[in-house]
Structure formats: C-alpha cells, structure tokens
C-alpha cells in the first residue's frame, strides 16, 4: 500500500542490508494466522539480542562456579597429609608440589572474581529494564501511525467511490435528457455536476491527508529502522568486546598457573637420590661395625 517498493524505486542505502530497506511490508504467519508488521520483526529483534545477552550472562555464571568449586577442591587438596613424611630433596618437591595446588586455586578463584565483575555483570547490566519501556513507547508509536494510515487509506477508497457514483448519476442524467427519456431540468443537471465536482474534491483532499500521513510514517519507520539497527551493532560490539576479555582472563589464567609449577620443576631438577640417601643414612644408620669371621 503506502510503503511498498515499485520497481523502480532505488535502496536508501544500497549495499548495506540496512533495516530501514526491508522491512516495511507485512510479514506473513506460515499457519495463515494475523501477519506481523515488518516494524514489529525489528522490534522481535531487539527482544531477542536482549534475551540472548541475560544467556550468555547466566553461561559466564555458570563457568565461574566452576571454577570457584575447582579452586575449593585444590585447596581443600592441597593440605592433604598424604606423603607428607616424603624426606630430602624429593621430600621438597613434594611439599613444593602440593603447595602449587594452593596457589592454582589463587589463581582460578581471581579467574573466577575477574568472569564475575568483567564479563557475568557487564552481560547481564547492559541496558536495564527501562530498555523494553523504551521499544514499547517506538512500538505504540508505530502502531498508532500505521492505524491513521489505514484510516486515511480507508477514506481514500470511500471518496474514490463517492466520486464514481457521482459520475455516474451525472452520466446517466445527461443520457437521459439527450435522448428525453426523463423530465430531468438543467437545474438537476447542474446539482449533479456540482455534487460530482465536490466528489473529486473530496477525494483530492483524503488522497493529500493520506499522503501527508504516509510521509510522516516513512520518515519516522526510516527514523526508527535506523535508531534499531543502530542499537543492534551496539549490542554485537559490546557482547564482542566482553568475550574478547573472557578469553583474555582465560589465556591470563594459562600463564599464572603455569608460573604456579615453575618452582615444582625447579625443585624436581634438583632431585639427587645420592644426596638423599645421604641424608637418610645419616638420620637412620644403626651402626657401622661389619661382622667378622671368628678366630678359634
């Protein structure tokens, strides 16, 4: 009706697959049910991004639990008394050893904070509540546009059958006092004439508040297309720059944990069962006199 694209009407914006190009026609229901105006898919849009952004928060939530119950574990393991009487250089690696996996945990439960303030919260606070108000108000907005559309559409089509009624009359009065059939006067001829002329202004008046009414609802679907595609890329960006620092956080964790095993290895390289045998002998030997053959 009013927005549809003649064929040789150009893209506002070509090439760019931009919202205020594709959707001013109706979407129809598959099963045959009530059609969705194209402004309201735009609207479904936004409401999803905003239900996909409070998921993706309730997954980081999810992955930080993990990881706080990972770095409890390696705690509560790390204070275990198992092996605890290992002796010498080896001994030392032991105690080195387990002393890492207190230091991971350190490590996993920063990851652990560091998912919750730098990318679980951000997700989840990106455009409050006040958000869905906001595309109510361009929703109604739109609404209350379309519905003068379709009133001043309404009215267009009543003049155009006022107008060709009036024509008529007039057509058939005219026949009839050519050829006599009727005692019509000039008089009734002039009152139809006058009556069909105010029938073509009528028309011409609802076809120009129809117009004026179709150009307001162009500029503010155009408007209003932009401004959502506008907070669309928003969206992508911000969800983007937040996944970009879990991964981030993620190779950070990598690093430090790695620096939580340097020492193990260090203390490994220095394992010499010679020094600890050493040790050992020296804390347990019993004795050192060898027995002898007896003299008789």
Not at 65 to 92: D, F, H, R, V
Not at 174 to 193: F, G, M, P, W, Y
Request: charged letters at 35%; a negative charge.
């Amino acid at each position: 009706r009013s927005g549809c694209r003649c064929p040789e009407q150009q893209l506002l914006k070509p090439d760019e697959w931009s919202y205020c190009d594709y959707f001013w026609a109706d979407k129809k229901d598959p099963q045959g049910a009530t059609s969705l105006p194209g402004f309201e898919v735009l609207l479904q849009k936004q409401l999803k991004g905003k239900q996909m952004q409070k998921e993706m928060s309730e997954f980081i939530h999810e992955r930080t639990k993990i990881e706080e119950e990972y770095a409890k574990n390696l705690s509560k393991l790390s204070l275990s008394p198992l092996a605890a009487q290992e002796e010498g250089t080896l001994g030392e690696a032991w105690t080195q050893l387990k002393k890492s996996l207190h230091d991971e945990a350190e490590v996993h439960l920063k990851f652990a904070n560091k998912l919750h303030t730098e990318v679980e919260k951000p997700l989840l606070t990106f455009r409050g509540d006040h958000f869905k108000k906001d595309l109510k108000k361009y929703d109604h907005h739109m609404a209350d546009l379309r519905k003068q559309l379709a009133s001043r559409f309404a009215s267009v089509e009543k003049a155009r059958k006022a107008l060709a009624d009036r024509q008529k009359d007039l057509e058939v009065k005219t026949q009839q006092l050519e050829v006599k059939l009727s005692n019509k006067t000039e008089e009734d001829i002039k009152k139809a004439r006058r009556k069909s002329t105010q029938a073509g202004d009528d028309l011409m008046r609802c076809v120009d508040l129809y117009n004026q009414t179709q150009s307001k609802w162009f500029e503010e679907m155009v408007t209003a297309s932009m401004e959502l595609e506008k907070l669309e890329v928003e969206r992508i960006e911000w969800i983007q720059q937040h996944l970009r620092q879990y991964t981030t956080l993620r190779h950070e964790t990598d690093m430090f944990n790695q620096s939580t095993v340097e020492p193990v290895d260090q203390l490994l390289q220095n394992v010499d069962p010679s020094k600890d045998r050493e040790l050992w002998v020296k804390e347990n030997k019993t004795g050192e006199v060898r027995p002898v053959d007896m003299d008789i």
